[in-house]
C-alpha cells in the first residue's frame, strides 16, 4: 500500500545498499586511492555502455511493441526493460536514469494519446505496471539483504526505482487533468495499478496524488471515478478506528461513502463497495446496497460477504444463498438449530427465506433430519420453526413421502396443540411470547395436514372450536385457526356458517357480561327502607345507627372506588370480545367469495358488528369495522357503490390517522378491480373518482403517496384507468427529488412505466403527445433542485426510451405480435414540438432544448414531411429567435445538417396550382407567420449583432441559397401529397401523415 516516506518503515526509509549500488561504492573507494586505475576503468566502461544511450530509441520502442501482442510476455519484457535500466544508470548516472526516464514517457505518452478504446493499450498500461512491480522488487532484494547494516548510505541504483516512480507519477498527475477523457482513464487506470508496487513515496508527493485523485473521484467520466476509487482505496488504510480517525484516512472513506449512496453510475457504486475498508462506521452503508436498483451491485454486497436473500434475480439469490450455505453455517458448528438460534427467528423477517435457500441448495441435508416423538414433546422456538418451514418446503417441492415422515397423525397433532397451548396460558408473562411462537407454528402446520381421517377432522375441528372461545388469543393464531377451519368444513357455506355461529356466541357471552354488569350496578345504589329499619329490643340500636349514620360515606366512597375499577375492567373487556369478533369476521371475509344474498347471515353481522363499529370513537374498532365493510362490499357490487363516497370521503378525511386513509384508498382501488370504474361511478361521477385519485398523488403523507401510485398502476396496467394527467403525474413524481426517499413509490414506477409503455402503442402515442410539457415542468424543477435531479437530457433520453417503438411488445415479430400500423418516426413528432418550444419558453428553458432534440434518433422512418416540418421550423428559429449559447446552438446545427442530409436530391419547382394544395405545412408556416420574438430578446439579438465583424460581401448569396432550398423542399412536399393523396383512406401511420400527424390540437399551446 503506498504511504507518504514518513510514515514507511525504518527499513524502507533507511534503504540498504544493493549488489550494484556496493560495487559503486568499491568502485569510488578505489579511486581515491589509485587515481590511475580507476581512470582507465571509468574510460574502459564508457566505451562498453556509451551505447545503451545511442540505442535506447530503437530498443524501448521494441519492447513496447511486444508487449502489446500478448499479456504472456510482459514479465519477460520488464526484466529486460529493468537491465536496460540498469545500464543507463550504470554508463551515465543520474544523466542515464534522466534518458531512461524520458525515453520510456515518449513512448508511454503515444499509448495514452490513443482515441478510442483499444485492448493493445491496455495492454501496455498493464505492462507498465508489471514493469513498476518488477523494478521495485528488483531493488527491494539487496535493500532486505542489508537491513543490518544501517551505516550503509543510499547509493546510486538502490535509487534508480525511487527516481523513476516519482518520475512517472508527477508526469501521470499532469495526465489525469487533460480534456481528452481517456487519457484520463488510463492515467488513472496506471496509478491504480502502480500503486501498491511503489512502496514509500515523498511526502509532497503523496498529497498531491491523493488530492488529484480525490477530484478525479468527482469527474465527469464514470470510467475514471471507478479507476480513482480503485487508486485511493489503497491509501485509506485497513479500516481501523485509527486509521478512520486520522485526517487521511477519514477524508478517503467520507468520499467513499459519498459515491456509495449518490453516484448515479452503478459500476462507480460496485467500486465503491469492493473498495471501501469494511468497518463498523462502514458497514451500514456497505448493506444499504442490497436495496441498490442494479443486480450486480446487489451481488457484490453478498460477495463482502453479507446478506440479504429476498432478491429477484436470480443470480444474487444464488450469491447469497451459497455463502449461507457453505461458510455462516460452518460458524455454527454444522448445527442447523444453533444457526436459527443466532438468526433469532422470533425477530427477523428473512429466516424463513434463509432455511427455504439453505434446504433448496444442500438436498443432502433433507435426509438426515429427523423429527420423532421426543422431538415433538419438546419443541423450542428454533426446533418449531424449523419444522413448520420444513413441511412448508415438503409441500411446495410435492413430497408427500418425506411430508408424511415428518408430521404425526391429525390426532396427535391436536394432541400437541393442546398440550403447548395450555403451556401457554399458564405461561409466565416473560415467557409467554416464545410459547405463543410454538404454537402459531403448529396451528401453521395444522393447515397443510389432511383431513379425510373423520375422527381427527373430529378432534382437530372441537379443539379450533375450543380455542376460538378464549380470551386472550393471538391475532396470528386466530387467523391459522380460520384458515384451517375452511379447510375442515365441508363447503363454503358450511365454514360461514360455522363461524357466524361462533361470533354469536361470543357476542351473547359479552352482552351477558354487560347486563350483569349493569344489574349489579343498579342494585348496589339501590338504598331500600327495609334496610334502615332498626330493632327496639336492642338497648344499642340508636347508638349503632349513629355510628353506621356517621361510617355510611366512608364507605360509600371507598365502593364506589372499587365498583368505577370494576366497571372500567368490564368495559374493556367488552371491548375487547369485540375486537376478537371483529377480527374473526375479517379472517373469514377474507377466504370466502359467499354473495351476501345467498347467506342471511351476512346482514345481521353487518348490522349488528360492523356498522356500529364504524361510530366508535377507538382507532381499532373503526380500522377493523372499515376492513369488514370493504371485504363486505367486494362480496356485493350494491352495497359497493352505495359506500363508495364513504371510503372516498374517509380518504381525506382531516381528523383521522394516516393508517386510516390508507386503508381507505386500498379499498377503493380494490372496488375499482372488483367492479369497474363505470359501476363505481353510479353514485358518485367518474370525474369526481379521478379528481380524489389525482389528489392522493400530491399527497403530504409517503405512505398514501406509495399506496395511490402502487393502486393506480393497477388500475392502468389492467386498462380499468387510462387518463393523460394522472399518468403525467405520475412521471413526474417519478423525477420528483421529493420522492427519492420513498422507496415503496420509486420501486412502483420504476416497473410501471416501462411496462406500460413497452406493452401498447397507444400508451406511447399518448406519451408522445405530452412529452414536450413533461420535460419543460422537469426542467423547471431542475432549475430549483440540480443537485438532486438528473440533467435534463438524462431524463429526456428515459422519456425517448419509454415511447421507442420499436422497444414496444407490439414491434416484436419474434412474438408474432407485429401491429403494421406501428409508425417507428413517432418520436420526429416529439421533435417538432421541441422546436415550437423554443420559440416561445423562456431562455433558461431554451438553453436545454437543442441539446434534448440533439438526442432524438431522427432517420427516414420520420418521413419526408416531418423533416421538412423541422427544416422550415429551425430555419425560421435562426431568423426570428436564433439559440445564442454555443453548445446548444451548435446541437441545433448538427441536427439541421443531418435532416438535410438525407434529402440526395432538391425537388422541382411546383406550380401555384400545386402549391394551392400544400396542407401539412399549413400550420407550421402559420406558427412561424404570427410569431413575434420578445422585445427584450430583439434588443440582445441586435447588440450582439452590433458587437460583430461584418459579414462578408458573398456571405448574403449563401443564405439566399439555403433558403432556396428550404422553398423547393416545401415544393417536394406538395408533389409527395399529391402522389399519395390516393393511398390515404388505405395508410394509417405510414408515410401519409395528414390523418395521423394532425397537430392542429397543439396550437393553443404556443
Not at 418451514?389 to 411430508?403: I, L, W
Not at 366508535?616 to 356485493?636: A, F, H, K, Y
Not at 419543460?776 to 424543477?781: C, K, N, R, S
Not at 390515404?984 to 396550437?1003: C, I, L, P
Amino acid at each position: 500500500m503506498a504511504r507518504p516516506k514518513n510514515q514507511a518503515n525504518v527499513e524502507a526509509s533507511e534503504g540498504a545498499g544493493t549488489g550494484a549500488g556496493s560495487s559503486t561504492s568499491t568502485a569510488s573507494a578505489t579511486a581515491a586511492t589509485t587515481k590511475p586505475t580507476a581512470t582507465k576503468k571509468s574510460s574502459k566502461s564508457r566505451k562498453q555502455k556509451q551505447p545503451v544511450l545511442e540505442t535506447l530509441r530503437t530498443v524501448v520502442p521494441n519492447i513496447f511493441q511486444e508487449c502489446q501482442k500478448s499479456a504472456a510476455n510482459h514479465r519477460k519484457n520488464a526484466i529486460m526493460l529493468r537491465k536496460i535500466q540498469e545500464q543507463c544508470a550504470e554508463s551515465a548516472g543520474e544523466n542515464g536514469e534522466e534518458a531512461f526516464n524520458n525515453e520510456f514517457i515518449r513512448n508511454l505518452n503515444v499509448v495514452l494519446a490513443i482515441k478510442k478504446v483499444d485492448t493493445t493499450a491496455d495492454r501496455v498500461v498493464q505492462f507498465v505496471s508489471t514493469f513498476i512491480l518488477c523494478t521495485c522488487e528488483k531493488d527491494r532484494k539487496p535493500e532486505a539483504e542489508n537491513k543490518d547494516e544501517e551505516d550503509e548510505d543510499e547509493d546510486e541504483e538502490s535509487s534508480i526505482s525511487a527516481t523513476f516512480v516519482e518520475h512517472l507519477m508527477r508526469h501521470l498527475l499532469k495526465g489525469i487533468t487533460v480534456k481528452e477523457k481517456l487519457v484520463r482513464v488510463r492515467c488513472c487506470k496506471l496509478i491504480a495499478l502502480s500503486i501498491n508496487s511503489v512502496g514509500a513515496l515523498e511526502n509532497d508527493l503523496y498529497v498531491e496524488l491523493q488530492e488529484s485523485l480525490m477530484e478525479r473521484a468527482h469527474d465527469k467520466e464514470s470510467q475514471v471515478r471507478v479507476q480513482a476509487l480503485f487508486a485511493l482505496s489503497k491509501m485509506q488504510g485497513n479500516g481501523e478506528e485509527e486509521d478512520e480517525d486520522s485526517e487521511e484516512g477519514g477524508t478517503i472513506i467520507k468520499e467513499f461513502l459519498n459515491l456509495l449512496q449518490h453516484d448515479p453510475a452503478a459500476e462507480v457504486r460496485r467500486s465503491a463497495i469492493f473498495n471501501i475498508a469494511q468497518s463498523k462506521a462502514t458497514l451500514p452503508y456497505i448493506l444499504e446496497r442490497a436495496r441498490d436498483t442494479d443486480t450486480y451491485n446487489r451481488r457484490a454486497v453478498f460477495t463482502k460477504p453479507m446478506s440479504e436473500i429476498r432478491d429477484f434475480h436470480d443470480g444474487v439469490k444464488k450469491a447469497c444463498t451459497k455463502m449461507l450455505a457453505t461458510k455462516w453455517i460452518h460458524q455454527a458448528d454444522d448445527n442447523l438449530l444453533e444457526f436459527l438460534e443466532r438468526l433469532d427467528v422470533m425477530g427477523s423477517s428473512v429466516a424463513e427465506d434463509v432455511l427455504n435457500a439453505f434446504f433448496d441448495y444442500r438436498g443432502d441435508i433433507i435426509d438426515a433430519l429427523v423429527f420423532n416423538d421426543i422431538f415433538w414433546v419438546n419443541l423450542t422456538v428454533e426446533s418449531s420453526f424449523l419444522v413448520r418451514v420444513f413441511t412448508e418446503f415438503c409441500r411446495r417441492k410435492d413430497d408427500d413421502a418425506q411430508f408424511d415422515k415428518v408430521v404425526p397423525e391429525v390426532v396427535r397433532h391436536a394432541f400437541y396443540i393442546q398440550k403447548y397451548s395450555n403451556i401457554m396460558q399458564q405461561a409466565e408473562e416473560e415467557d409467554r411470547p416464545e410459547a405463543e411462537f410454538i404454537v402459531t407454528q403448529l396451528l401453521m402446520i395444522a393447515r397443510l395436514l389432511d383431513y379425510a381421517d373423520e375422527i381427527g377432522r373430529r378432534k382437530m375441528f372441537g379443539l379450533l372450536r375450543e380455542m376460538l372461545l378464549l380470551n386472550d388469543l393471538p391475532d396470528k393464531h386466530l387467523e391459522c385457526i380460520v384458515e384451517t377451519m375452511r379447510k375442515i368444513s365441508l363447503n363454503e357455506k358450511d365454514f360461514t356458517r360455522i363461524i357466524i355461529e361462533i361470533i354469536s356466541d361470543l357476542r351473547e357471552s359479552t352482552e351477558a357480561d354487560q347486563e350483569d354488569a349493569t344489574n349489579q350496578f343498579d342494585a348496589e345504589d339501590d338504598d331500600s327502607p327495609d334496610d334502615q329499619t332498626m330493632d327496639l329490643s336492642d338497648p344499642d340500636a340508636s347508638r349503632k345507627r349513629k355510628l353506621s349514620a356517621v361510617d355510611k360515606p366512608r364507605r360509600n366512597s371507598s365502593a364506589a372506588v372499587v365498583d368505577e375499577a370494576d366497571q372500567a375492567r368490564k368495559e374493556l373487556d367488552i371491548m375487547l370480545n369485540k375486537v376478537r369478533c371483529l377480527t374473526i369476521t375479517k379472517f373469514m371475509l377474507e377466504r370466502t367469495s359467499e354473495h351476501l344474498q345467498e347467506s342471511s347471515y351476512m346482514f345481521g353481522l353487518l348490522n349488528q358488528l360492523v356498522i356500529p363499529a364504524l361510530g366508535m370513537q377507538e382507532e381499532v374498532m373503526q380500522d377493523l369495522g372499515l376492513q369488514c365493510l370493504g371485504l363486505i362490499c367486494s362480496l356485493e357490487k350494491n352495497l359497493a357503490q352505495d359506500n363508495m363516497d364513504l371510503f372516498l370521503t374517509c380518504v381525506f378525511a382531516e381528523n383521522a390517522t394516516t393508517h386510516l386513509h390508507v386503508l381507505s384508498l386500498k379499498i377503493v382501488f380494490d372496488l375499482i378491480l372488483t367492479f369497474g370504474l363505470g359501476a363505481m361511478s353510479s353514485q358518485i361521477t367518474e370525474e369526481r373518482i379521478k379528481a380524489d385519485l389525482k389528489t392522493t398523488l400530491e399527497s403530504d403523507a409517503p405512505e398514501v403517496q406509495a399506496v395511490a401510485v402502487e393502486g393506480i398502476a393497477k388500475l392502468m396496467l389492467t386498462k380499468v384507468l387510462r387518463d393523460a394527467e394522472i399518468l403525467r403525474t405520475l412521471i413526474i413524481l417519478y423525477f420528483d427529488p421529493a420522492t427519492a426517499k420513498n422507496n415503496h413509490l420509486r420501486q412502483c414506477l420504476s416497473y410501471f412505466l416501462q411496462v406500460y409503455f413497452h406493452s401498447s402503442y397507444d400508451n406511447q402515442v399518448m406519451l408522445s403527445e405530452m412529452t414536450v410539457p413533461i420535460l419543460i415542468q422537469l426542467i423547471e424543477m431542475q432549475q430549483e433542485a440540480k443537485s438532486e435531479m438528473p440533467t435534463p437530457v438524462n431524463m429526456s433520453q428515459q422519456l425517448f426510451e419509454w415511447c421507442e417503438p420499436r422497444r414496444g411488445l407490439e414491434a416484436d415479430p419474434d412474438k408474432g405480435l407485429v401491429n403494421k400500423n406501428i409508425d417507428y418516426g413517432l418520436q420526429a413528432n416529439i421533435a417538432i414540438e421541441l422546436v415550437k418550444a423554443m420559440f416561445s419558453e423562456a431562455p433558461y428553458v431554451r438553453k436545454y432544448l437543442p441539446n434534448i432534440l440533439h438526442k432524438i434518433p431522427l432517420d427516414d422512418d420520420a418521413g419526408e414531411i416531418r423533416l421538412k416540418k423541422l427544416t422550415l421550423l429551425i430555419g425560421n428559429l435562426k431568423t426570428k429567435r436564433p439559440i445564442v449559447e454555443p453548445m446548444s446552438k451548435k446541437n441545433l446545427m448538427t441536427v439541421e445538417k443531418n435532416i438535410l442530409k438525407m434529402f440526395d436530391e432538391a425537388p422541382e419547382a411546383l406550380g401555384d396550382d400545386e402549391l394551392a394544395k400544400l396542407a401539412e405545412l399549413t400550420e407550421e408556416i402559420s406558427f412561424v407567420d404570427k410569431f413575434v420574438a420578445p422585445a427584450e430578446e430583439r434588443r440582445e439579438v441586435v447588440s450582439v449583432a452590433k458587437g460583430r465583424k461584418p459579414r462578408a460581401k458573398n456571405a448574403a448569396p449563401k443564405a439566399k441559397v439555403n433558403d432556396d432550398k428550404l422553398k423547393r423542399m416545401m415544393d417536394e412536399v406538395d408533389a409527395l401529397l399529391e402522389s399519395s393523396s390516393s393511398e390515404k383512406e388505405d395508410t394509417q401511420g405510414g408515410d401519409s401523415a395528414s390523418d395521423v400527424y394532425d397537430d392542429d390540437d397543439n396550437d393553443d399551446d404556443f
